[in-house]
């Protein structure tokens, strides 16, 4: 009972407090994920939609099902006349008074043949169906923005991490230098330099704050979250054996995966299923309607009174729309347009999921051949930026060799980072045009 409480409790909370992120805690892209899916609004529209056709299709098929209702009226008319005959036999006339009518029943009528409506019902369920792609369209294409979001804020907190170790290490520098000018070691001119550089790194860190504050926000909208997030700049290195498709393999199985090209198909088959229905709409349709009830003038007291006055009515009818005043040919042609334009969105879905697919397995590619280099790339920078450190304190390098070698490791970082984060990020654009994530 307890635990059916607290979960009525947070089934009405907001979401925003659901999902708050403690201080302290750094999110990861699952988290980020899990959080979008369950508060998305973009998602709750799609889930609305998916709702609304399916409510169509239940419409639809009601057309063809029994349809039952019941009834009971009391009515009153008057002035009334009434015969009667006096002492002597003769026949005497009275007006006035009223008649009273009970009537109660039971109907029910049944659409026997009709084309239409089943055409009807199967573009209903068509259109069903485009809605569910459409759905795991939304819901795709969130996790890939929150994915991208994701790891934009990576790499802007990686990049304020390295404008932070830049300031301190000009910081330092700068005192070295100082230091260095009073025992002659150095000139003023290298002395300069090194402020110069002190001075870019504040400004460059201070770009990077303003910038690392942005992609929060932006991660946070997404997330639904009234506050900002906050993640780590580490990203482990990816396994890059999995096999990717090639462009050959391109089949209409692996295009067909793509719930965009779901809800373009589904939409189709749904217009040509209403053209079909305004065009049979033309055509006779015969229906089945049966009645039972009571009628008297006074209300039925038991079995036998309503039997007494009971009655029935069966009646099999065939319509046929002749002219309605041109009204069915419009429908036809709007049907038949419609279903064109579909066919025309159909045709382009199809291109852009093959396009889709392969600028994401050209970008797998470019970004597995990124990170096999980055590793060796931020060792060797590493250690060129500490050994160039130690001949700059023992007076065999120069300060220009000291700056180049510190702006070189700090890019590195930063590159191996962007690198990761893109490998990613091409695993889920691949990922989004298969229809998975």
Known sequence: ???????????????????????????TVDQCVEMALKQSPDLVRAQSNLIIAGAGLQTSVSGIL????????????????????????????????????????????QSVVNLSQWADILGSYKSRQAAKSGYQQSMASLVYNVKAAYYNL????????????????????????????????ISQADRLKIQVRLMQSKIDLLN???????????????????????????????????????????????????????????????????AWSAYLSKLPYLSFSYSYGYSDSMQFTNHDSWNAHDYWSASLALNWNIFDGTASMARIRQARAQARSAEADLISARQSVYSELKQAKLGMETAREAVSLVGDLLQQAKEDYRLTNEKYKLGSASVLDLLTSQLTYNQAQQQATNALCEYYLADARMAKALGQW
């Open 1 to 27: 009972m307890k635990n059916l409480t607290l979960l009525m409790i947070l089934s009405w909370l907001p979401a925003s407090i659901l999902f708050a992120q403690p201080a302290d805690q750094l999110l």
């Open 208 to 274: 990077a704050q303003s910038a690392q504050l942005s992609g929060r926000q932006t991660l946070a909208n997404i997330l639904g979250l009234a506050g900002e997030v906050r993640v780590g700049s580490e990203v482990a290195f990816p396994d890059t054996t999995k096999q990717i498709f090639t462009i050959e393999s391109l089949d209409d199985k692996i295009i067909e995966s793509n719930p965009g090209y779901l809800s373009a198909q589904k939409n189709y088959q749904a217009k040509k299923s209403s």
């Open 66 to 109: 029994p349809h039952v209702s019941a009834s009971s009226s009391y009515g009153q008319s008057g002035p009334a006349t009434s015969y009667t005959t006096d002492p002597l036999g003769v026949p005497v006339i009275t007006e006035g008074g009223k008649n009273e009518s009970y009537r109660t029943s039971l109907s029910a009528s």
């Open 154 to 185: 990576v790499k802007l907190q990686k990049a304020m991490e390295v404008a932070e170790a830049s300031v301190k290490q000009s910081e330092e520098q700068s005192k070295q230098a100082k230091l260095m000018h009073q025992l002659g070691s």
